[in-house]
T-cell receptor
């Protein structure tokens, strides 16, 4: 069965520092991976997605993620964070025959301090 | 172009009452998904519907929960005889196609259900 694991529940960083939010997946079938951001009391907004092709995926707000098949990872990175990046981040995956039935990780709370 | 609209934003029910959560998908979207987010957890898939059809309800609790997406009007998630454990945020997402890959999901802002 497919599963998605986010290794850190909370990540505090200072403004303008780099950040990496970790995500690992397990699956025996073709996998599609996503990162979503959730601001307080709001829905989820898609940051980026990996479907196929280049393993380095660039998304909105300066975020990028790298698909690593050998390590079954899809870590999210940003070279310099802003206060406004403070939010909950969710990694999610699905397989080719599951469509929008996403499996979500537990979430990582990113807290950016001045 | 309005996004996915969910109402109410907040819903308080006493134990034993019924909760009705509504979701209007984005214009042109005919696929609707419901997810539940329990405190301190990620989202869990509940049900996938197309107009007038339930496609996949593998994530729905066997009792008290039901969902519909009629030909006209919003999708409804109905919880009968609510219990404290039903307290959660319920998110609706829509897509023009089967979702996930070429048709990423668009999420609403959720309905936060509190059972007292």
């Amino acid at each position: 069965a497919q599963s998605v694991t986010q290794l850190d529940s909370q990540v505090p960083v200072f403004e303008e520092a780099p950040v990496e939010l970790r995500c690992n997946y397990s699956s025996s079938v073709s996998v599609y991976l996503f990162w979503y951001v959730q601001y307080p009391n709001q829905g989820l907004q898609l940051l980026l997605k990996y479907l196929s092709g280049s393993t380095l995926v660039k998304g909105i707000n300066g975020f990028e993620a790298e698909f690593n098949k050998s390590q079954t990872s899809f870590h999210l990175r940003k070279p310099s964070v802003h206060i406004s990046d403070t939010a909950e981040y969710f990694c999610a995956g699905t397989s080719y025959n599951q469509g929008g039935k996403l499996i979500f990780g537990q979430g990582t709370e990113l807290s950016v301090k001045p | 172009n309005a996004g996915v609209m969910q109402n109410p934003r907040h819903l308080v029910r006493r134990r034993g009452q019924e909760a009705r959560l509504r979701c209007s998908p984005m214009k042109g979207h005919s696929h609707v998904y419901w997810y539940r987010q329990l405190p301190e957890e990620g989202l869990k898939f509940m049900v996938y519907l197309q107009k007038e059809n339930i496609i996949d309800e593998s994530g729905m609790p066997k009792e008290r929960f039901s969902a519909e997406f009629p030909k006209e009007g919003p999708s409804i998630l109905r919880i009968q005889q609510v219990v404290r454990g039903d307290s959660a945020a319920y998110f609706c997402a829509s897509s023009p196609g089967t979702g996930g890959t070429n048709s990423p999901l668009h999420f609403g802002n959720g309905t936060r259900l509190t059972v007292t």
